[in-house]
């Protein structure tokens, strides 16, 4: 068993390596303009108790976001804003350099003032940060976090008629949380996955009946878990952080059925994004890369641009309406050669995040 390991792990190696040699050569011998949009979520020490709350692929350490800031700074990558090198792109594409990069922050997490800004500012580094606008200045935070703290709650009865709900998305953890063991992040993952074939509303919907069902359950987010005003505001002052939009709610935009909703959703949060003390620009960032021919309409109209999770990275002729992102976290970019391998995997062709 342990000599099949050591073999899986010799072979990951190795086409890390090559998928990292693939991207260091396509990376230097490019020469016409190419834009790169490394998205993050989370910004946390590794030591961080939200950790323990948080999916593996949405959490980089403060020295992780430094080692590919300094690596970018190193291959000689021009790190723009991103509305600054599509402004370039549309109007004076000849200033454009082989390689630019753009650094991206999707939900507006607290962590993004208290661990990232701080990295950002020391490395002189400009950033977008993707709002939530009605999660600012609340206590909220998002249902994938909340299912992973209801899931480690050991005082739940999940034969109660209000956990029903949950029981078809358990799978293999069943057996786990019936015996009272720790769910962790990793456990939880897949029962996440299996959650998102129910809309938003009826996810939150079902969250709220069982969390008034238990009523003695302890709320473990001691601190609040998105950006402040005051917090967007100051990030904003000398206009090195400016914020996209990134719906009001982080629904997923191609399971809402009321027409309503959606203008609500996308131009409403564009509304809320202009009242904010803050370098806000009209670029939209589509949660969970959902898509729906009527959100990517009411995004033309009301926005000059909007994000996507496919990968890959943008060149001068792409649509400003479909830009490519690499998400990047500790599991995929702790080092230059994992760094490296996920840009040559993202390289390889359109794939969602």
């Known amino acids: 068993m342990e000599g099949k390991k050591n073999l899986k792990r010799s072979a990951k190696f190795f086409v890390n390596l090559a998928l990292a040699l693939q991207a260091r050569l396509r990376l230097a011998v490019n020469r016409s303009p190419k834009l790169l949009i490394l998205t993050y979520h989370r910004v946390l020490p590794l030591d961080h108790p939200e950790r323990k709350l948080e999916q593996p692929g949405m959490v980089v350490s403060p020295e992780v976001?430094?080692?590919?800031?300094?690596?970018?700074?190193?291959?000689?990558?021009?790190?723009?804003h991103l509305d600054e090198w599509l402004d370039r792109k549309n109007h004076s594409s000849h200033l454009l350099k082989p390689l630019s990069v753009a650094f991206t922050f999707d939900d507006g997490w607290q962590d993004n003032y208290q661990y990232a800004y701080p990295v950002l500012k020391r490395e002189r580094i400009p950033a977008t940060v993707f709002l939530v606008t009605k999660l600012i200045d609340t206590p909220e935070t998002f249902w994938p976090e909340k299912v992973i703290e209801l899931l480690q709650d050991k005082s739940l009865n999940y034969d109660s008629p209000e956990l029903q709900w949950l029981k078809p998305h358990l799978g293999q953890n069943t057996a786990i949380l019936t015996e009272g063991l720790t769910v962790s992040p990793e456990d939880a993952d897949p029962i996440i996955r299996s959650l998102k074939s129910l809309d938003d509303e009826t996810i939150l919907d079902n969250l709220m009946k069982t969390q008034s069902m238990n009523n003695s359950t302890e709320d473990t987010h001691a601190r609040r878990a998105?950006?402040?005003?005051?917090?967007?505001?100051?990030?904003?002052?000398?206009?090195?952080?400016?914020?996209?939009?990134?719906?009001?709610?982080?629904?997923?935009?191609?399971?809402?059925?009321?027409?309503?909703?959606?203008?609500?959703?996308?131009?409403?949060?564009?509304?809320?994004?202009?009242?904010?003390?803050?370098?806000d620009i009209p670029i939209f960032c589509y949660p969970n890369g959902n898509e729906s021919g009527a959100s990517q309409d009411l995004v033309r109209r009301h926005y000059t641009a909007a994000c996507t999770t496919r990968t890959g990275w943008n060149s001068i002729e792409h649509s400003d309406f479909a830009l490519k992102r690499m998400n990047l976290h500790d599991g995929n970019s702790s080092s230059h050669i994992a760094l490296l391998a996920t840009i040559g995997r993202g390289l390889l062709g359109p794939k969602q995040l």
């Open 65 to 80: 976001l430094t080692l590919h800031i300094q690596y970018m700074k190193r291959i000689g990558a021009d790190i723009i």
């Open 226 to 279: 998105i950006l402040s005003s005051a917090e967007i505001a100051e990030m904003a002052e000398d206009g090195q952080i400016k914020f996209g939009a990134h719906t009001r709610n982080h629904f997923r935009l191609n399971l809402l059925k009321s027409a309503a909703v959606l203008s609500d959703q996308i131009v409403g949060c564009l509304e809320d994004l202009r009242k904010l003390p803050s370098a």
